[in-house]
């Protein structure tokens, strides 16, 4: 809401300008002579603004880090901010306010009369208009922020100047005046600049700056709509920023491992290569570092692409990013457009095989009427018949509702949809608006470029990429329909009233993207567990797949009757093993708890991701090391319900994991919530809607995200 901090603060000084001189204009005896201090006054409160700015950043650091992350603080921040913005703006606004009654004033006392009032609006309008023109066009993006105040200002002093000689005041008050010009304008460009490492940080969001040893800033400029900054790390990555929020970072090290955001920007490039490999159109809204349009590129089936970019300096400061960007300012088949999306889409009668729409997040100011009812009704309209849209939804600093609200906004203009998590905090949608979503074709990753390019993220073949699936539109659209959330619309704009506050708190539906990351088997593309991944790596950002590396290599080491080396595995999994590779003391209830404990970690790890045959082996090791003593029973309950799972069997997993809960409220404990899990799971493939609801009024605190899924499902069928 910064435009409206800023607006409020402009039109709140101007109101309080002219309500101040109300009772005071009469007294004075010439008028163009106050007006020329009011001049003098509003450029020299200007240039201290310049002198200020840098310490704003510091203000704001002190307030977020001052402040707790809830529903007072929230307040107290719109509180903050709007003061910060006032302090610097209304000074100056408050002094502009006064301008207007006093040239009134003037011009009646000349005999200008009741026309001298039209006059002046008139002036004033045409003033304004060629004034954001001029620095919107020219002062901002040739000569930056600091020197267009500093233009401002100037202009403001001189004419200060100028009025004081009209108004014929003494030649000593007129020579002090100049002095007073030129004396602030050569102190105030002898200042320090603006600091581009404070300004690109983002300090609003996390309350901290970047530290100036280890950031170098590449480019800085002021651009026709935003600021926009570019700099390297000491970690070999460069980031590209716009008004602070980072858009994109990229590890430049190849020895290195890739940052998050290349997960989502290869995604973005990516699944449109592999979903419609046969695409020859194209179009990117939002340039960002240009790595998805890049990967986009690889399609040697491609035919031409449009990118469409609102702020020149993000393509400027794109270039920077080399390699990574490199096709889509050499490709030929690239093109690229400074204009707004919806006007330009508006304009432009295109149909494309594919549209990515990459924005910024949601509460960045404009950009969530690109995820509008509206918005999804004007874009399907430029998809061909077999047309793919590609969107691009963070599920950090944002909330369930906001989520829900953008799904059920897109679920009204496209008949399917297919969701996959590039991270834990980045979603990337397929949608088609008419028909069922494709599946992903696996020839695709013949391409030797975008092979390359998903190998640098660890994806070496379809598997891969196939485990980052959240699921489709049947399976996950009952959470957004039961959230309670509105459409989001242009008329309605949920999310934008809302997606700050979700910022402030820190708020996140991060569970969404580790939805099938529950313990048991998922429905949906692995749930008989017969995807093959490859051994355990580092550098994974994303929980299923590195999941489901870790199980299937526990899997294999008891499988194989423990008789391996244990494997080095993180999270403390090698412990786990070894405790297992060891028998328990049969009437030891210690051990066996210990046993029961480390046993239900291999339950969740393992049996998700494992096939019924590997899953038998397995449990047939573990069965081995226990006995049949009382001790053992909580571990011998256990493993039938591993057993039932494995097998994909749904009756017996309900009878298993009905035995382990018994009857009455359910505890948090870790072997009850397993058991829940696996309770639903039964529950969800054998369609026992009513048994849901039964199991709902048993569950004590918060259900998790997969309970609410199934509850919903339930809710849904029932009417």
């Known amino acids: 809401h910064s435009f409206e901090l800023m607006l409020s603060a402009f039109i709140l000084g101007l109101a309080l300008g002219g309500l101040w001189l109300r009772k005071r204009i009469d007294s004075y005896r010439n008028p163009l002579a106050a007006l020329g201090v009011i001049q003098l006054l509003m450029g020299l409160l200007a240039l201290i603004t310049v002198l200020a700015y840098n310490s704003s950043f510091d203000l704001m650091a002190f307030i977020l880090s001052s402040l707790q992350r809830n529903e007072t603080g929230y307040v107290l921040f719109n509180l903050s901010s709007h003061l910060i913005a006032s302090a610097l703006m209304l000074p100056v606004t408050f002094m502009a306010g006064m301008t207007l009654p006093l040239l009134t004033?003037?011009?009646?006392?000349?005999?200008?009369?009741?026309?001298?009032?039209?006059?002046?609006?008139?002036?004033?309008?045409?003033?304004?208009?060629?004034?954001?023109?001029?620095?919107?066009?020219l002062l901002l993006p040739m000569l930056g922020l600091k020197t267009a105040v500093m233009v401002g200002a100037g202009l403001d002093?001189?004419?200060?100047?100028?009025?004081?000689?009209?108004?014929?005041?003494?030649?000593?008050?007129?020579?002090?005046?100049?002095?007073?010009?030129?004396?602030?304008?050569?102190?105030?460009?002898?200042?320090?600049?603006?600091?581009?490492?404070?300004?690109?940080?983002?300090?609003?969001?996390?309350?901290?700056?970047?530290?100036?040893?280890?950031?170098?800033?590449?480019?800085?400029?002021?651009?026709?709509?935003?600021?926009?900054?570019?700099?390297?790390?000491?970690?070999?990555?460069?980031?590209?920023?716009?008004?602070?929020?980072?858009?994109?970072?990229?590890?430049?090290?190849?020895?290195?491992?890739?940052?998050?955001?290349?997960?989502?920007?290869?995604?973005?490039?990516?699944?449109?290569?592999?979903?419609?490999p046969k695409a020859e159109t194209a179009a990117v809204i939002g340039m960002g570092a240009g790595v998805s349009a890049d990967v986009l590129l690889m399609?040697?089936?491609?035919?031409?692409?449009?990118?469409?970019?609102?702020?020149?300096?993000?393509?400027?400061?794109?270039?920077?990013?080399?390699?990574?960007?490199?096709?889509?300012?050499?490709?030929?088949?690239?093109?690229?457009?400074?204009?707004?999306?919806?006007?330009?889409?508006?304009?432009?009668?295109?149909?494309?095989?594919?549209?990515?729409?990459?924005?910024?997040?949601?509460?960045?100011?404009g950009v969530s009427s690109l995820f509008t009812d509206e918005f999804y009704q004007r874009i399907g309209l430029h998809l061909k018949q077999d047309g793919i849209l590609v969107q691009w939804l963070h599920i950090y600093e944002t909330s369930p509702a906001l989520v829900s609200s953008i799904f059920l906004s897109l679920g009204k203009?496209?008949?399917?949809?297919?969701?996959?998590?590039?991270?834990?905090?980045?979603?990337?949608?397929?949608?088609?608006?008419?028909?069922?979503?494709?599946?992903?074709?696996?020839?695709?990753?013949?391409?030797?470029?975008?092979?390359?390019?998903?190998?640098?993220?660890?994806?070496?073949?379809?598997?891969?990429?196939?485990?980052?699936?959240?699921?489709?539109?049947?399976?996950?659209?009952?959470?957004?329909?039961?959230?309670?959330?509105?459409?989001?619309?242009?008329f309605f704009p949920f999310v934008d009233q809302h997606a700050v506050k979700a910022r402030f708190l820190s708020s996140n539906y991060k569970e969404l993207a580790n939805l099938r990351n529950i313990g048991v088997p998922f429905p949906g593309n692995n749930f008989e567990g017969y995807l093959q991944t490859k051994k355990y790596q580092t550098g994974i950002n994303f929980g299923?797949?590195?999941?489901?590396?870790?199980?299937?290599?526990?899997?294999?080491?008891?499988?194989?009757?423990?008789?391996?080396?244990?494997?080095?595995?993180?999270?403390?999994?090698?412990?786990?093993?070894?405790?297992?590779?060891?028998?328990?003391?049969?009437?030891?209830?210690v051990a066996q708890a210990i046993w029961l404990e480390n046993m239900l970690i291999v339950a969740n790890t393992t049996i998700p991701h494992v096939s019924p045959e590997e899953a038998k082996l397995i449990l047939a090791y573990l069965r081995s090391q226990l006995c049949d003593s009382a001790e053992?029973?909580?571990?011998?309950?256990?493993?039938?319900?591993?057993?039932?799972?494995?097998?994909?069997?749904?009756?017996?997993?309900?009878?298993?994991?009905?035995?382990?809960?018994?009857?009455?409220?359910?505890?948090?404990?870790?072997?009850?919530?397993?058991?829940?899990?696996?309770?639903?799971?039964?529950?969800?493939?054998?369609?026992?809607?009513q048994e849901v609801k039964l199991l709902t009024h048993r569950l004590s605190g918060r259900p998790s995200l997969f309970a609410n899924l199934v509850i919903a499902h339930a809710a849904l069928k029932a009417k």
């Not at 989502?264 to 290569?273: D, K, S, V």
């Not at 088949?333 to 707004?340: A, L, M, N, V, Y």
């Not at 499988?559 to 028998?583: C, H, S």
């Open 105 to 137: 004033l003037v011009l009646f006392k000349q005999g200008g009369g009741e026309s001298a009032i039209g006059r002046i609006y008139a002036f004033n309008t045409l003033g304004a208009i060629i004034g954001v023109a001029l620095a919107a066009m």
């Open 157 to 276: 002093l001189f004419l200060a100047v100028y009025l004081f000689m009209k108004a014929k005041i003494s030649l000593r008050w007129q020579f002090f005046g100049l002095v007073s010009v030129a004396g602030s304008l050569v102190i105030v460009s002898m200042a320090p600049p603006f600091d581009t490492v404070r300004m690109s940080g983002g300090v609003f969001r996390h309350g901290q700056l970047l530290s100036a040893k280890s950031t170098k800033t590449l480019m800085h400029r002021d651009g026709k709509t935003a600021t926009v900054d570019v700099y390297s790390r000491a970690d070999d990555s460069i980031s590209i920023t716009t008004n602070g929020k980072t858009d994109a970072s990229v590890r430049i090290n190849p020895n290195k491992p890739p940052t998050p955001d290349e997960d989502t920007m290869a995604m973005l490039g990516g699944l449109p290569i592999l979903v419609h």
């Open 299 to 365: 399609n040697p089936n491609l035919k031409h692409l449009d990118v469409i970019e609102i702020e020149a300096a993000m393509v400027e400061g794109a270039r920077l990013f080399g390699k990574a960007s490199a096709r889509v300012f050499q490709d030929p088949r690239s093109q690229i457009h400074i204009d707004d999306a919806k006007s330009y889409f508006a304009s432009h009668k295109k149909r494309y095989d594919i549209i990515v729409s990459e924005p910024s997040d949601t509460w960045v100011s």
């Open 413 to 490: 203009n496209f008949e399917d949809y297919r969701v996959y998590a590039s991270n834990g905090g980045n979603l990337v949608i397929l949608a088609k608006v008419h028909g069922k979503v494709p599946a992903l074709d696996a020839r695709g990753l013949d391409n030797p470029l975008l092979h390359q390019s998903f190998a640098r993220l660890g994806w070496d073949s379809m598997i891969d990429v196939i485990h980052h699936e959240v699921g489709d539109r049947r399976l996950l659209e009952p959470l957004f329909l039961t959230s309670g959330a509105p459409l989001n619309s242009d």
């Open 544 to 589: 299923l797949r590195m999941s489901a590396q870790l199980g299937r290599q526990m899997g294999q080491f008891l499988a194989n009757g423990g008789q391996e080396n244990l494997p080095n595995l993180a999270f403390g999994l090698t412990n786990t093993l070894a405790i297992l590779k060891t028998k328990p003391a049969c009437n030891d209830r």
């Open 632 to 689: 053992s029973a909580g571990n011998l309950t256990l493993l039938q319900l591993m057993d039932a799972l494995g097998k994909r069997d749904m009756p017996a997993t309900e009878l298993a994991a009905n035995k382990i809960l018994g009857q009455g409220k359910l505890d948090e404990q870790a072997l009850t919530s397993y058991a829940v899990n696996a309770l639903l799971l039964a529950y969800y493939k054998q369609e026992k809607w």
